[in-house]
């Protein structure tokens, strides 16, 4: 048996659906579930990303990234610090893998 095919409409009207009956915006493992909603897939080829299809459902329920908060004075460590280039030498020796600088015994 063949459905119709999904149109963004029919799309949108079961996602608010969803929202309201579960107060939440649909996420990809509810797209799989039996939800009444349409897969992944169809969400992607309608909306083009399954955050679009959030967000034309209900903007106001997007989560809002918090920004990246440091302690005053704290110092990132990275792989090109100190520190940061003994882990990355650690971690090549215990996986095996020194490198081209390793096996010429350089930094």
Request: aromatic share 6%; glycine share 16%; charged share 25%.
């Amino acid at each position: 048996m063949r459905y119709p095919p999904w149109t963004a409409e029919d799309a949108l009207a079961a996602g608010r659906r969803f929202v309201a009956q579960h107060g939440t915006l649909p996420k990809a493992t509810d797209l799989q579930g039996c939800y009444g909603l349409s897969s992944g897939r169809m969400i992607r080829h309608l909306c083009g990303s399954l955050r679009q299809f959030q967000g034309r459902l209900a903007p106001e329920l997007l989560p809002v990234p918090a920004p990246a908060r440091r302690r005053p004075g704290a110092r990132r460590v990275g792989w090109g610090r100190p520190r940061g280039r003994a882990r990355l030498h650690a971690l090549r020796r215990e996986c095996g893998r020194l490198g081209a600088q390793g096996a010429r015994g350089g930094g």
